[in-house]
T-cell receptor
Framework: DAGVTQSPTHLIKTRGQQVTLRCSPI?????VSWYQQVLGQGPQFIFQ???????GRGNFPDRFSARQFPNYSSELNVNALLLGDSALYLC??????????????FGPGTRLTVT | AQSVTQLGSHVSVSEGALVLLRCNYS??????LFWYVQYPNQGLQLLLK??????LVKGINGFEAEFKKSETSFHLTKPSAHMSDAAEYFC???????????FGQGTILTVHP
């Protein structure tokens, strides 16, 4: 079975531009979460979606938005890019059940560089 | 609010030596705890998880961790380090309402021949 896939792998953008990152969860997983990992730090939670509804949001500005589609894939959008948005963006999918202990499976990430 | 503290941003061991990576957590409810490993330029791979079934948890690649409630700790160990264990390790605690993970700062493990 395919794992979590993310596209693109790498991306270079200029300050002020907008970017869209994409994620496809593991088949059967209805929950997708997004994390930002700045170099040298642990991942920080941005959003979680379950059944196309936002279930949680981290401490990120409104420039960050996301959505989940009927096939459970997801997009993360970041507007008005700042240099500080340069990071590895990780997508994780989950069955999201107590029985699964909310175990999350991560994709390889999208490396965003803002110049 | 939940939090995780990993003591030691860098740990260096010799091949064959014991690996000990420290993690302390803060949580107002019984937590789910996880250890993930990240190899360079890759995503996170789950090593093991604690879900209250057993305090000593065995994971992949010979790693194990012990949950100690009195010490609010969940340290990761491996009896004998291998060169392939060199990577960055993250401890995380889960929000049980919808599974949001809060990560520690990470510990880079270096294994010397």
């Amino acid at each position: 079975d395919a794992g979590v896939t993310q596209s693109p792998t790498h991306l270079i953008k200029t300050r002020g531009q907008q970017v869209t990152l994409r994620c496809s969860p593991i088949s059967g997983h209805k929950s997708v979460s997004w994390y930002q990992q700045v170099l040298g730090q642990g991942p920080q939670f941005i959003f979680q979606y379950y059944e196309k509804e936002e279930r949680g949001r981290g401490n990120f500005p409104d420039r960050f938005s996301a959505r989940q589609f009927p096939n459970y894939s997801s997009e993360l959008n970041v507007n008005a890019l700042l240099l500080g948005d340069s990071a590895l963006y990780l997508c994780a999918s989950s069955v999201l059940s107590l029985r699964s202990s909310y175990e999350q499976y991560f994709g390889p990430g999208t490396r965003l560089t803002v110049t | 609010a939940q939090s995780v503290t990993q003591l030691g941003s860098h740990v260096s061991v010799s091949e064959g030596a014991l690996v000990l990576l420290r993690c302390n957590y803060s949580s107002s409810v019984p937590p789910y705890l996880f250890w993930y490993v990240q190899y360079p330029n890759q995503g996170l791979q789950l090593l093991l998880k604690y879900t209250s079934a057993a305090t000593l948890v065995k994971g992949i690649n010979g790693f194990e961790a012990e949950f100690k409630k009195s010490e609010t700790s969940f340290h990761l160990t491996k009896p004998s380090a291998h060169m392939s264990d060199a990577a960055e390790y993250f401890c995380a605690v889960s929000d049980t309402s919808y599974g949001k993970l809060t990560f520690g700062q990470g510990t880079i493990l270096t294994v010397h021949p």
